[in-house]
């Protein structure tokens, strides 16, 4: 049988890695599907849509980044510092992985601000909002880096 922390770790990494799927992917289908396909609505429809829309996708932005900090955060501390830490064979490689995973964890922090803006009301924000089509198209990028960080890091320290 194996140890729980195993199935523990297992059902963390599950959790942040479908939640990206989840929640890049739904800001790809928003960004390149649904605002070039909602453009030529009238500006009241369009509008309507919107705020329908944006309704439904702030639970999931809102959900998203709680799952992303904790299972983040415990991916992080608790299985991989003690694996960089108990294997000598990867002495060599713990400044890079520390190194990219504070750029990926920087990069994730500047997503999580503009998922946030997008889907807010915070009228300081309001300049994220107006922009949205640009602003998302940041956040999808910023995501795919931390995507692509992310899958460094895993081949990394295998």
């Known amino acids: 049988m194996t140890d729980p922390i195993t199935y523990l770790q297992i059902l963390s990494r599950w959790v942040h890695v479908g939640t990206a799927i989840v929640i890049l992917g739904g800001s790809v289908f928003m960004r390149f599907v649904l605002m070039p ?6 500006e009241t429809e369009h509008n309507a849509l919107r705020e329908r829309l944006l309704g439904r996708w702030k639970l999931f932005v809102h959900i998203g980044v709680l799952l992303f900090l904790v299972t983040g955060f415990y991916n992080y501390l608790a299985v991989s510092v003690p694996r960089l830490a108990d294997d000598p064979q990867l002495a060599d490689k713990k400044g890079l992985y520390h190194g990219l995973m504070g750029v990926k964890i920087i990069l994730s922090v500047a997503v999580f601000f ?31 880096l931390v995507v692509a960080i992310a899958g460094a890091l895993k081949v990394l320290v295998k």
């Open 37 to 42: 396909a909602a453009q030529p609505l009238p």
């Open 114 to 144: 503009l998922a946030e803006a997008l889907v807010g009301r915070s009228a300081a924000l309001e300049g994220f909002r107006r922009d949205r089509r640009k602003w998302l198209g940041v956040t999808v990028l910023l995501a795919a």
